[in-house]
């Protein structure tokens, strides 16, 4: 089985920044795909970004585009998540999951396998 684990999330300012990280254990790391994804409160859970199995190719979420950038060290078995210029509409449970069965980029719920614990990010001033 994959673990991941989820840190770095916090309390910061509209417009501030906060990088995520996942670190993984459990499986090949450089053999699979990794996302992103998050839960507003009173809403469900949405897809945010994904990074394929060696970081060359990522996709995400119009509404992050040119905000956030989704990285991985695969030999640190860590993913990473930066977040810039946050929004309020950005606060959320960020949760990091895993695609063991794909190695490309992956943006759908039910590819993703494990999941980790979450972390909250809350864009307040």
């Known amino acids: 089985q994959v673990q991941v684990a989820e840190s770095g999330g916090g309390l910061v300012q509209p417009g501030g920044s906060l990088r995520l990280s996942c670190a993984a254990s459990?499986?090949?790391?450089?053999?699979?795909?990794m996302g992103w994804f998050r839960q507003p409160p009173g809403k469900e859970r949405e897809f945010v970004a994904s990074i394929n199995w060696s970081g060359g190719n990522t996709y995400y979420t119009d509404s992050v585009k040119g905000r956030f950038t989704i990285s991985r060290d695969n030999a640190k078995n860590t993913v990473y998540l930066q977040m810039n210029n946050l929004k309020p509409e950005d606060t959320a449970v960020f949760y990091c999951?895993?695609?063991?069965?794909?190695?490309?980029?992956?943006?759908?719920?039910?590819?993703?396998?494990?999941w980790g614990q979450g972390t909250q990010v809350t864009v307040s001033s």
């Open positions: 999951a895993a695609a063991p069965r794909h190695p490309d980029v992956v943006y759908h719920t039910y590819e993703y396998d494990y």
């Open positions: 459990g499986g090949t790391f450089n053999t699979y795909a």
